[in-house]
């Protein structure tokens, strides 16, 4: 069984889903560390030609707190994003689709930001069709006071998994060793994203990296598997 591991996103990019598509079970890090500047509560929507950001507000906590003990601050901010999706996105080929999607997932109030994330990986992963297991990892194993790859390892030992997809980067690359996966009897695998550029309203050139939000809207049902599987699985 392949699994991946990592920390959720706000509506990340297409790339992201990728890692999904390549593993059977998702775990998302909701037990993970937060960090203020990452993308973990806000992404940009394409507004006026130009990357527009959005952000999830969330109330003050310490700086040690996980990603699953983050409180949402008010709910005032799903109104505003769906307003401005709906300005950024009214004339796009897939809203009618994509727009009560995106709805339904900020619509829902819940008091913590993991239970937002979860709920929007999971729908928007099976409206691009994907069937794989997502869970979390503090339902799923306990295992807090581990670090890095060997966190990584216990998780993988307590689920049965065989292979370890990681995202592949030059930086993570030079955190995970080949040679301590397979002595723990877990195959380490990179998954190397690929990005296909796809048409976009008021841009000169493609705009990449935005939420996908971005993408439903502007690429059809039939086009998104093509996008979906635009990545290697390597050593």
Partial sequence: MRIAVTQPYL??????????????????GDDFQYFKSGYIN????????????FVVPLRRASRTALIGEREISGWHWAGRLL?????????APCFNEVY?????????????????????IVRTSRHLGLDRRIVRASRCHENRGLRG???????????GADCYLQRETDAVRALYC??????????????????????QRR???FIQGLSLIDFLMFVPPEERGRHLRAYAIVD
């Avoid at 709805?103 to 929007?120: G, H, N």
């Avoid at 966190?151 to 689920?159: G, N």
């Avoid at 397979?182 to 994203?193: H, Y």
């Fill in 149 to 159: 790859q060997e966190r990584i390892l216990d998780i993988a030992r307590a689920m």
């Fill in 11 to 28: 509506f990340p990019y297409i790339a992201w889903y990728q890692v999904i598509d390549a593993c059977d079970t998702f775990v998302i």
């Fill in 42 to 53: 806000r992404n940009h929507i394409l507004l006026g030609g130009r990357p527009s950001p």
């Fill in 83 to 91: 307003r401005s999706i709906a300005t950024a996105y009214r004339r």
């Fill in 100 to 120: 009560p999607l995106i709805e339904d997932i900020v619509s829902e109030p819940s008091p913590l930001l993991i239970d937002l994330l979860e709920r929007a």
């Fill in 203 to 205: 841009v000169r050139e």
């Fill in 178 to 199: 080949h040679d301590l996966f397979a002595a723990r009897g877990v195959e380490l695998k990179f998954v190397r994203v690929g990005l296909l550029p796809y048409v």
